[in-house]
């Protein structure tokens, strides 16, 4: 296994050129500097990554532009063709694999162990979305006995892509793919906290033969080039993965021009652990869906409901286990969790250790900051909360676990569904009733029993309530970025209604 050091010469060959140039935007397949920058530094140790070109937006009209008029071209272009495109992209991030991975983990903090594979499941999108393409439009004959319906699917036309710091470059993949794949062009606007492998995608779809104005890159802040990018009147739609108030935000900016949506957005995800459970299993997969990831991803077991027989055991457990997490530098093969993405976020994730000690819970691991350099927090953990705390009510985005007890099943229910979100949940029992009775009445879009969250691309992705709108994967995806179009023929001289004879 490639050890610290490797790893650390060879980003600084791949940061070398941004070091020097900047990161800049990318519209009609030229670079384009901004009126001004701003800075990307690494959470690792606040080191100045590079400085970033700010798309105004006058930068966003000018992508939206290039976008609208390449839209034509790719849209006419047959499937597969595009699906050849594609799969060439994929060939180009697996070839990069190591540089977006090494680049990632330096502006976002995640660790190795989990980057090393996130640029090859950015590559696994592209290949699925590829072999989807021929058949993006095909649709459905529905004839009755005077006429025949024939219905197909036609791509929206230009879209927004707004896309969040935590693992970007997978995410980034998981939206643009399936919008290439059925037509559309794209404008994508990565968090200004993690620009760097937003611009290593956009360079490789254009070296794959990705033709210009088909994806364009703008770097920017929330309120200047996303809102413009929100408001714009040539882009059809806005796909955003992100906090649930900024949705809300979106969906009052596209209103004005009758925006369609797509949001992936908060979780306060529970995991519940049944007496009857294997709770060998249970206690892996619920350690893996908070700390993994820094805790911050979308679909983490952020609340732990285990049934009070078990509690104290299992608690003595988790805590053990979460102690021997290992805290460290993102690059080091050996690290489970690294810094979180900013002192911003920090501060955030910090205020809740002090909110959940102040709201009467057990702090009974972790909650201190590790190191004085860097935005490192020790896995954090509390036990014995109520399900009114806000630890066990509001979306923290950190490695930050808050477990309740229940008494049976109604009580576990009532628990888990007392919360505004609703993406995904995780039931752990070997009583298959229950787990039938209990998943359906779980509100959420996305549940595994007796699993952790492992995807399967063909699957519908998203949550109900305030974690989202729609849904990605498969053909789901296609719904969003395309409009269904039906023409009817008439058989023969059906009898029309006359008026005025």
């Not at 992508?63 to 699906?83: M, Y």
């Not at 350690?287 to 952020?302: A, D, K, P, V």
């Not at 955030?348 to 959940?356: D, E, P, T």
């Amino acid at each position: 296994m490639t050890d610290l050091a490797t790893h650390q010469a060879k980003l600084a060959g791949h940061l070398a050129r941004f070091r020097a140039g900047g990161i800049l935007n990318l519209i009609d397949g030229q670079d384009v500097a901004g009126q001004d920058w701003f800075e990307t530094r690494s959470p690792v140790d606040e080191s100045l990554i590079a400085r970033v070109a700010l798309g105004t937006a006058e930068t966003v009209d000018r992508a939206a532009q290039a976008a609208t008029a390449a839209f034509q071209a790719w849209a006419s272009l047959p499937g597969t063709a595009r699906k050849a495109i594609l799969h060439r992209i994929a060939d180009g991030i697996e070839a990069r694999a190591e540089e977006i991975a090494l680049c990632e983990c330096w502006d976002t903090g995640q660790a190795w162990r989990f980057m090393s594979k996130a640029a090859l499941r950015g590559a696994e999108n592209f290949r699925f979305f590829a072999d989807l393409a021929p058949g993006a439009r095909d649709g459905k004959s529905l004839p009755t006995p005077d006429h025949l319906n024939v219905n197909s699917r036609h791509p929206i036309g230009p879209v927004g892509v707004i896309t969040p710091w935590n693992t970007p470059f997978m995410l980034s993949t998981w939206k643009i793919a399936p919008a290439l794949a059925a037509g559309c062009t794209v404008v994508h606007k990565p968090a200004e906290f993690s620009p760097l492998t937003a611009r290593l995608l956009a360079e490789i779809c254009h070296e794959a033969g990705l033709p210009p104005g088909v994806l364009n890159l703008v770097n920017g802040m929330g309120e200047g080039a996303g809102r413009a990018l929100t408001e714009h009147p040539d882009i059809r739609a806005i796909a955003f993965v992100g906090e649930s108030r900024t949705g809300s935000a979106i969906m009052r900016q596209g209103a004005e021009t009758l925006k369609r949506v797509h949001f992936e957005l908060g979780g306060k995800n529970p995991v519940i652990v049944f007496d009857d459970a294997d709770l060998d299993r249970a206690l892996d997969a619920a350690i893996f869906m908070i700390y993994s990831l820094n805790g911050e991803r979308c679909t983490s077991s952020s609340r732990l409901l285990v049934q009070d027989s078990i509690a104290d055991s299992f608690h003595a457990r988790l805590v053990e286990r979460v102690n021997r997490i290992r805290v460290g530098h993102p690059l080091d093969p050996a690290t489970e969790v690294g810094p979180l993405i900013h002192e911003t976020h920090f501060d955030k994730v910090a205020s809740y250790v002090a909110l959940g000690q102040a709201e009467g819970a057990t702090l009974a691991a972790g909650g201190t900051r590790v190191g004085e350099t860097g935005w490192f927090l020790r896995p954090t953990l509390f036990t014995e909360a109520r399900p009114d705390m806000r630890i066990a009510q509001e979306e923290v985005f950190g490695p930050f676990l808050t477990s309740i007890r229940f008494k049976d099943e109604a009580e576990a229910l009532s628990i888990a569904n007392g919360v505004a979100y609703g993406l995904t949940g995780y039931v752990w029992t070997n009583d298959l009733t229950r787990a039938l009775r209990f998943s359906d009445r779980l509100e959420a879009g996305m549940i595994w029993v007796n699993s952790e969250n492992v995807r399967h691309l063909p699957t519908p992705f998203g949550g109900v309530k305030a974690s989202g709108i729609g849904r990605d994967g498969g053909d789901w995806s296609f719904e969003f970025y395309m409009e269904q179009k039906n023409v009817a023929f008439a058989l023969g001289s059906h009898k029309i209604p006359r008026l005025g004879v």
